[in-house]
Structures are given as C-alpha cells and as structure tokens.
C-alpha cells in the first residue's frame, strides 16, 4: 500500500515562496515515479512535475522555471519548490506515485490527502 504525508501549504502573495513536502517509504520513494499534481476549484486536476527513479525531472509549461521537484534521499521525502508564485497557482496540491520507475507524462495511479497553496495578488 502506498502511504503518502504532504505537509508544507499555506498562504503567500504573489511572487513569494512555498515548499511543499512528501514523506512516503522507502520501497516506494526507491523504486517508483513520483510527481505533484494540483487541483484549482472548478476545474480538472492536472499534472505539475514529475520524478522518475533516476532524478530525470518533467514540468507542466505553466511552472517551467518557477518551481524545482527534487528528492532527499535520506529522508524519502519529495518535494516542491515553489518560486515567483502566481494567483493561477493556488490550488490543493496532491503527492502522487506511479508504480513504475519511468514516468508517463504526469499520469499517476496513487495520490496523498493534498495541502492547499493559495496566492493572493
């Protein structure tokens, strides 16, 4: 069973800062793709950034250059760096996991309780 522990939402203006964390096991952090996806209201969730088993990064174009997805692998924590903040970002953000060790674009078949980020302008 995939467990996933988001922590680190919150509220900020826009072009502040956010960092967004996943803790999960060891099995699933080594082995697997791992991604964020996000959620605004009304509207379909979408994939933000992905990372496969061996560090190779993907990001939506809207966060290119914005946020940074990256590992510790001590800690078997993902997570998202958030910079530049924008209103369109605000949205529950979820952990997801892919049961394989490549990634396929931002599909994902596991997802965390999410944590909201809302920008104000």
């Known amino acids: 069973q995939v467990q996933l522990a988001e922590s680190g939402g919150g509220s900020v203006q826009a072009g502040g800062s956010l960092t967004l964390s996943c803790a999960t096991s060891?099995?699933?952090?080594?082995?697997?793709?791992m991604g964020w996806s996000r959620q605004a209201p009304g509207k379909e969730r979408e994939g933000v950034a992905s990372?496969?088993?061996?560090?190779?990064?993907a990001y939506t174009d809207s966060v290119k250059g914005r946020f940074t997805i990256s590992k510790d692998n001590a800690k078997n924590t993902l997570y998202l760096q958030m910079d530049n903040l924008k209103p369109e970002d605000t949205a529950m953000y979820y952990c997801?996991?892919?049961?394989?060790?490549?990634?396929?674009?931002?599909?994902?078949?596991?997802w965390g309780q999410g944590a909201q980020v809302t920008v104000s302008s």
């Open positions: 060891s099995r699933t952090f080594n082995n697997y793709c």
């Open positions: 990372i496969n088993r061996n560090g190779a990064t």
């Open positions: 997801a996991v892919r049961r394989t060790w490549y990634c396929e674009g931002f599909e994902y078949e596991h």
